[in-house]
């Protein structure tokens, strides 16, 4: 995420303004479902509404949600971490990992008609590193890429980099020729933000902001599962409450992001069933380490000490999850646990007045449309007041909150977001929230150590995984010593479904769930 996000985020909202979607399956090979045959298609109720359904986007959980059926990855990664093959089928990096070459599948075809080959993967790279947002932030080592023929790639990288083929795992191939079609003056973003041009397993064929978007089976994608329902509708609702009872009426099969309280009150309801999967999602709130008096370490300490960590498990979360014990959930590997965080009130009260800061006002930007976050943020501003602090909150959307941290500035006091690793290696993330080159991008906390910055940028260029994850350790204490974040939880993934609806299984790359696992049982 660039620094003329911005501006480009201004033509995403023109163009979501359009609202209904004209889809770009000119083949007609989709399986629309009569609005009679409600059997074959499973409506999902969630609150992760998309601000575009521009691919270069899915970095944000919203976007990803919903267009992560419609396109095609290169590769993945499966429940224990290692990459598997997707329109890649071999991938191999030259002797000092400074590029990669990549031999893709030949069977791929887009829903336009047109055949996916290395020019669509290249026009897609080049396309990310031009606009240097969204997913970018995961591909900083691409330099360039060439299409040798139509099933080779090589691409050069601006240094040794072996992480690189994981953070492919966060790109969405694009139909180059119908998106050169529709670029307009600002490379298909106002286009893409209501258009398809994927060749995922399913289409999308309709699509009204804020409201719903609706996806039709793809029947020539080379991965056709006759399991998968004929359509999937995405409705997007941003009350737990509202969720909850559409499931119990009937108006929605899958619903993700209830809270404690609804998953409680559907324990008991008939045709319905919980399914609890792992997650590498953890709850911060990030600070500002430049400006206003979080600048001040002092500050920063006793905001965390007092939150009251055990508070948000019991109450926030029902239970449904744990405090965090690092800069990354549990299930990432290579990072340092550092036990549950502790309230310290009269600790916290001691270090604000030693700072100066009793009376203060503060800011705080949180997602009002995300529950955690929502009850979050009044419960840190109780426990805030509790130190003789007062915190003002102010909800924005991600993309809203993406512009605010352009600068120190108008970075608020502090955030409550959602992070985690993209994909299953600490290293990328770490880098690209932590290093100071990605202030005013993905550095969410405008945090600068220069030492952190060395053994970041160490570890990334480094071969030896080993080695790699002693020098991501050191960052990982460096940072932890600068109290940039208030760790707070790591929630369990919990999705209610509709009996007879199935497959969902662990997906590391895919914040909430994989729509494409959902499947019809027999």
């Keep these: 995420m660039r620094t003329n996000r911005t501006r480009v985020l201004g033509a995403i909202t023109a163009g979501l303004a359009v609202g209904a979607l004209v889809t770009a399956c000119a083949s007609g090979s989709a399986t629309p479902s009569s609005s009679s045959d409600r059997d074959d298609t499973v409506i999902i109720g969630t609150g992760a509404t998309p601000q575009t359904l521009d691919p270069i986007l899915a970095s944000d959980v919203q976007t990803d949600f919903t267009v992560g059926g419609a396109y095609d990855k290169l590769i993945d990664y499966d429940d224990d971490g290692a990459i598997v093959p997707l329109v890649a089928t071999e991938w191999t990096y030259n002797g000092d990992a400074t590029a990669v070459t990549l031999t893709l599948r030949d069977d791929v075809v887009f829903h336009s008609g047109n055949p996916l080959t290395a ?7 080049d396309r990310i590193a031009s606009l240097g947002i969204g997913v970018s932030s995961f591909l900083s080592s691409y330099a360039s890429s060439t299409a040798v023929d139509d099933t080779t790639v090589e691409i050069a990288l601006n240094g040794t980099n072996t992480t690189f083929v994981g953070a492919l795992s966060k790109v969405y191939i694009l139909d180059s020729a119908l ?5 307009g003056s600002d490379q298909g973003q106002a286009w893409l933000a209501t258009n398809d041009a994927g060749s995922g397993p399913y289409v999308i064929t309709d699509y009204t902001a804020n409201q719903q978007a609706t996806l039709e089976r793809f029947e020539d994608s080379w991965r056709f599962d006759e399991h998968r ?4 509708v995405y409705r997007y609702i ?14 929605v099969d899958v619903v993700t992001g209830l809270t404690g309280t609804d998953l409680d009150a559907l324990a008991s309801q008939d045709g319905v069933y919980p399914q609890e999967l792992s997650s590498m999602l953890q709850l911060f709130v990030m600070m500002n380490t430049q400006d206003g008096i979080t600048a001040d370490p002092k500050v920063r300490e006793a ?10 498990i019991s109450s926030i979360l029902s239970g449904r999850g744990q405090v965090a014990t690092g800069l990354t959930a549990p299930s990432v590997s290579c990072r340092v646990d550092t036990g549950a965080a502790k309230q310290d009130v009269a600790a916290a009260k001691a270090l604000i007045a030693d700072a100066g800061a009793e009376g203060q006002t503060l800011t705080l930007a949180y997602q009002s449309q995300i529950p955690e976050h929502q009850k979050a943020a009044t419960l840190l501003q109780s ?3 509790d130190i003789g602090i007062t915190l003002e909150l102010k909800t924005v959307t991600y993309p809203e909150y993406v512009a605010m941290i352009e600068s120190p500035e108008t970075t608020p006091d502090l955030a ?8 299953p290696e600490i290293g990328p993330m770490l880098y690209r929230v932590y290093d100071s080159q990605f202030i005013g991008q993905t550095n969410y906390a405008q945090y600068s150590n220069p030492n952190v910055d060395a053994l970041l940028e160490q570890g990334i260029a480094t071969v030896d995984p080993d080695a790699a994850c002693d020098l991501f350790t050191q960052a990982q204490e460096l940072i932890l010593a600068d109290d940039v974040s208030v760790n707070i939880s790591n929630p369990t993934t919990t999705v209610m479904l509709r009996d007879g609806i199935e497959g969902l299984e662990y997906a590391p790359t895919y914040q909430l769930f994989d729509p494409k696992m959902l499947v019809l049982a027999d």
Excluded: C, M
């Design 119 to 125: 020019a669509d993967v290249v026009y897609t790279l």
């Design 179 to 183: 998106v050169s079609e529709n670029e």
């Design 229 to 232: 329902p004929d359509s999937l």
């Design 238 to 251: 941003t009350e737990s409450s509202t969720l909850r009872d559409e499931l119990k009426s009937g108006g």
């Design 303 to 312: 905001i965390q000490l007092a939150y009251d960590y055990d508070g948000h």
């Design 383 to 385: 426990n805030l007041k």
């Design 416 to 423: 409550l977001l959602w992070d985690f690793p993209y994909y």
